[in-house]
């Protein structure tokens, strides 16, 4: 679980969003609309620890991330997948070893093996695996950041407009991955600032959208 408890956040003295409560329970899914520089961005890197609360206390998985060092944040976030909107990969390995990063950053080689086949195929990307990332088209590139983000079977899915650079049916594809993992079990908050893509999936899953506008969030959103 991931939780926020009247959390505030500014940039250079400028209030950004204020007193802000939001919890993510286990298995929930969460869309995060709101305008551009509403602080979208802002609120993820809050809920996977890559920035800290100014005022209030961001509790993950039961910690105060305050309290937290370098190792378990390095833990932390081994439970939560990230998926950037402008996804960044090494260029010289293939990307099938991009994907793999994770596991073979912590060792576990063996099971980065067993289990890359099962997720290439998962993201439709098995004929691409020998490829590197510059011959991916861009809804390419978003299946690799979103397997990349899934290899270590995070609890969650923290996504940052995943669907702001490819196409209608790419994004379709991109949310029926996303709505797949979140059947098994997975907790989902995508932001994203389509509306139309948000009604469009609605018969697949149930979400709560939440606004955020005006320094504040607004719970009330529609239940999917």
């Known amino acids: ?30 869309f995060l609309t709101g305008p551009s520089g509403a602080g979208k961005t802002t609120l993820l890197r809050l809920c ?21 060092d370098r190792d378990a944040v390095a833990l932390t976030r081994r439970r939560i997948g990230v998926v950037h909107q402008d996804c960044q ?4 390995l293939s990307v099938a070893e991009n994907i793999a990063l994770p596991l073979t950053v ?4 063996a099971e980065a093996a067993a289990n890359l086949s099962e997720l290439l195929n998962w993201v439709g990307l098995a004929e691409q695996a020998h490829q590197l990332p510059q011959e991916l088209s861009g809804g390419e590139r978003q299946r690799a950041a ?5 290899i270590m079977s995070p609890d969650f899915i923290i996504a940052d407009e995943p669907t702001g650079n490819v196409d209608w049916e790419m994004s379709q594809r991109l949310m029926t991955l996303l709505t ?9 908050l995508i932001a994203t600032h389509d509306l139309n893509l948000i009604r469009t999936i609605k018969s697949g ?13 607004d719970q ?5």
Do not use: W
């Open 1 to 30: 679980m991931i939780e926020l408890d009247n959390v505030s956040y500014g940039y250079r003295g400028q209030p950004l969003f204020s007193q802000l409560s939001l919890e993510l329970a286990p298995g929930s899914f969460h």
């Open 48 to 68: 996977y620890a890559d920035l800290q609360a100014q005022q209030g206390q961001v509790r993950l998985f039961g910690k105060d991330a305050t309290r937290l």
């Open 89 to 92: 990969f090494l260029d010289h």
């Open 106 to 109: 912590s060792g576990r080689v």
């Open 146 to 150: 979103l397997a990349r983000a899934v």
């Open 180 to 188: 797949e993992l979140n059947r098994m079990g997975k907790t989902i």
């Open 205 to 217: 899953v149930s979400a709560r959208v939440l606004r955020l506008r005006g320094g504040l969030l």
């Open 220 to 224: 009330a959103g529609a239940e999917l």
